[in-house]
């Protein structure tokens, strides 16, 4: 057969394939999230995410010297407390005696090279399960914008004074990137970054992350502030706000269902691009691996691989521990 072009050339071998290989996952891509509780010695698996666990905090240390030995060393850090800290008005958030702060205190004092990343949004202080304040009234109820920023600034404040090197809004109220950056520069901390939860879908994955922090919505849903998932023009508006507003960062969540979005996002912004490879993600590949179903270290690395190639340099991701314990086997 006379012909010019053979693709497979580039693919003979393993030396030729990695020669050509255009796309790889480096540990230093990956945010790893993690969860704090109360409590000593408790370590606290969620059934819904196989492999990942809510610590108390001294575990939680033993947790991450372990992940940063295997050379992990950007972290997320969300909070399950009791219903009996939990609010309208998410005061706990803001309580630097309360767990959170004292965990991002903790942490940063034990680990002062690693990055930390700390969430804002009322969701795990909020009686009522929102990300924002809830006003009832007569036509159902309404998670209202401008009230719930004040609350976010305080936050996300409290939080740059407990040592949080990237601040992570994931509330999608407007305006918040702008109104946080400037509540942090005017407290003097213009050193510390924003990754904004630019486009932040409405979607179905994030199941097992509310299991593990007890934060479920208690009534309606999230729709008038998170994504319509069958929207993608949407996406640039909330990125060129976020841009403009100065965050260091555009994150776009979730990972897998949203690979065009992540394209999107990073052919037309500058910034670097993140992406969140949700709770859900994780439980699909875990039960579908552990029915014997799929190769799950495999749908794993390719998993994360793409979402590299559509463009996303940070991931955070539930797999990261994993991924780092098999780059050291
Ligand atoms: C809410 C928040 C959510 C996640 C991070 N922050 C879920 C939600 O919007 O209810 C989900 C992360 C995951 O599913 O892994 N502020």
Redesign the pocket.
């Known amino acids: 057969m006379n012909m010019l072009r053979r693709p497979r050339r580039n693919r003979k071998s393993p030396v030729i394939r990695e020669l050509v290989q255009e796309n790889f996952l480096s540990l230093s891509d990956l945010i790893y999230?993690m969860f704090v509780m109360e409590g000593q010695g408790v370590r606290s698996e969620i059934t819904s995410m196989p492999g990942v666990a809510r610590f108390s905090l001294d575990l939680l240390l033993e947790e991450m010297q372990e992940c940063v030995d295997l050379g992990l060393k950007t972290f997320a850090l969300?909070p399950n407390l009791p219903e009996s800290k939990k609010d309208k008005y998410a005061t706990e958030s803001h309580n630097p005696e309360g767990l959170y702060l004292q965990a991002v205190k903790a942490i940063k004092n034990r680990f002062p090279d690693i990055a930390l990343m700390t969430?804002v949004?009322m969701?795990p202080y909020s009686s009522d399960g929102h990300?924002g304040i809830v006003e009832e009234g007569s036509g159902g109820f309404e998670v209202v914008n401008d009230e719930t920023l004040v609350v976010l600034a305080k936050m996300a404040v409290a939080q740059a004074r407990a040592g949080a090197d990237i601040i992570g809004p994931?509330?999608m109220m407007d305006g918040r990137i702008g109104y946080i950056r400037e509540a942090l520069d005017k407290e003097g901390f213009t050193n510390v970054s924003i990754m904004a939860y630019t486009a932040?879908y409405a979607g179905a994955?994030?199941g097992?992350?509310?299991d593990a922090l007890d934060?479920a919505p208690r009534f309606g849903d999230?729709k008038t502030y998170?994504m319509n998932p069958a929207n993608s023009r949407e996406a640039l508006i909330e990125a060129e706000l976020d841009y403009a507003e100065g965050a260091d960062f555009l994150m776009v969540k979730p990972a897998m269902a949203y690979l065009d979005i992540i394209k999107l996002l990073n052919d037309n912004f500058d910034l670097p691009i993140a992406a969140?490879n949700?709770?859900?993600e994780y439980a699909m590949v875990k039960a579908a691996a552990a029915n014997g179903w799929i190769d799950g270290e495999r749908a794993m690395l390719e998993i994360l691989t793409a979402m590299k190639r559509a463009g996303a340099k940070i991931i955070l991701t539930y797999f990261a521990k994993e991924v780092a314990q098999l780059r050291k086997s």
Request: no cysteine.
């Open positions: 999230p969300f969430d949004a969701d990300d994931s509330d932040k994955f994030y097992p992350f509310r934060s999230k998170q969140y949700v709770s859900g």
